[in-house]
């Protein structure tokens, strides 16, 4: 059986989420599937389960969530791939500059 903790940490890669985040974050997640419009989530898409992603989760849709990045030049997300089953919501980011995600 394979323990799965509450809590995992993940890098973040990419523009996607700029402003709010940005390449070499380093952010804390909790494992849960208890998600509101709005929060930053750590999701994989049905159509791509390889690819885990950082994103914020627009609206439920179709048993699962619509997400999107922060920049809008930058569609590496549900526009793209659809439907996204979320792993966890983003607590907090642990460096370069720790804090809560508003």
């Known amino acids: 059986m394979r323990l799965q903790l509450p809590l995992f940490a993940v890098l973040v890669q990419g523009p996607s989420m700029a402003p709010a985040l940005r390449t070499g974050d380093a952010l804390v997640v909790w494992r849960t599937r208890?998600?509101?419009e709005g929060d930053v989530v750590v999701a994989a898409f049905r159509s791509r389960p390889d690819l885990l992603v950082v994103k914020r989760a627009i609206?439920?849709?179709?048993n699962g969530w619509w997400v999107q990045g922060d920049n809008e030049f930058v569609t590496d997300d549900s526009r793209a791939f659809g439907?996204?089953?979320i792993l966890g919501r983003v607590?907090?980011?642990?460096?370069?500059?720790?804090?809560?995600?508003?």
């Not at 609206?59 to 179709?62: F, K």
């Not at 500059?97 to 508003?102: F, K």
Request: aromatic residues 14%; positive net charge; without cysteine.
């Open 59 to 62: 609206r439920a849709q179709d």
């Open 83 to 85: 439907v996204a089953d």
């Open 34 to 36: 208890h998600i509101r």
């Open 91 to 102: 607590v907090f980011r642990y460096w370069p500059r720790p804090g809560r995600l508003g």
